[in-house]
């Protein structure tokens, strides 16, 4: 079937959640046959796979793409999707998953039950220049600068058990962790140091921890958390102020709400919506409204 006889396009990413994505996906086909009949189903082969999918999709006249996978998968169809008529849907299937718990999509069920719904939202997303390459990318979650960073390069690199992976990651990270000055370009957050910076368009991010309680995937600002700087032990103890957001609320983190910031600060791991991208320096500012997407 070609793609232009299709309004709904599943794009699978059988790596996500260590294989889960592929072992479930018997069960949620059958699913997605019994709802729908206008649809394909594409599997992703390699990095940045789904992102040519989806502007394949776009080309073809597809209605709506959808993201079976975790959180890197759907930033790959952000990345294609981005400021285009296309819908975007969700089928959480990865280790994390964090975006979708902040639409309220946590299931299976939560996800076909939307996408009959077929209601749609125009979400804001943020926009990354890396300086020293001039590459772009979209995110559409949490960008993380430092320790989340680093944090995530260990879950990518090692077998995933859910919530498991994300706790080894931390603690096999956090006795390297040292303080940086992450060189923000902003009045209220310039010359702090940190050891973790936190740009929130979605609230959760390593597997339901609520990283920024406050934030609106729609309301045209980003917010920015960065920690400050304390112990190894302190940050320890501290880390369950980061699993349910008091962090904020309790003084441990410098903040503002922005369109746009710049880091110039160089040699910092960047991680966005799970995955690892780049290093510092960058610009990133809001595309307001720049993705369509099916909530419930």
Known sequence: MRLKDVSILFLVNPAAGNGKAERDWPVISKLIGEHFTDYDIKFTERPMHATELTMDAIRDGVETVV??????????????????????????????????????????????????????AKMDIGRVTFNESGNKRFFINVLEIGFGAEVMSYVNSHAKHGNRTFV????????????????????SLKDVETIEVIVANGRYFGGGMLASPGSQV????????????????????????????????????????????RFGEAGNLVEMDGEVVGRTPIDISLVQQGCKFIVP
């Open 67 to 120: 993201s079976c996978g975790g959180d890197g998968t759907l930033n790959e169809i952000i990345n294609g999707a981005a400021e285009s008529n296309v819908k975007v849907g969700l089928i959480p299937l990865g280790t994390g998953s964090d975006f979708g718990k902040t639409i309220g999509i946590r299931t299976p069920e939560d996800s076909i039950k939307a996408l009959e719904g077929n209601k749609t």
């Open 168 to 187: 080894r990651g931390i603690f096999s990270t956090i006795w390297k962790l040292k303080k940086f000055k992450p060189g923000a370009e902003n009045d």
């Open 218 to 261: 729609s309301d045209g600002l980003l917010d920015v958390h960065i920690l400050k700087p304390v112990s190894r032990i302190a940050t320890i103890l501290r880390l369950r102020t980061l699993v349910n957001g008091s962090y904020i609320e309790k003084g441990y983190s410098y903040g503002d709400k922005v369109k746009s910031i």
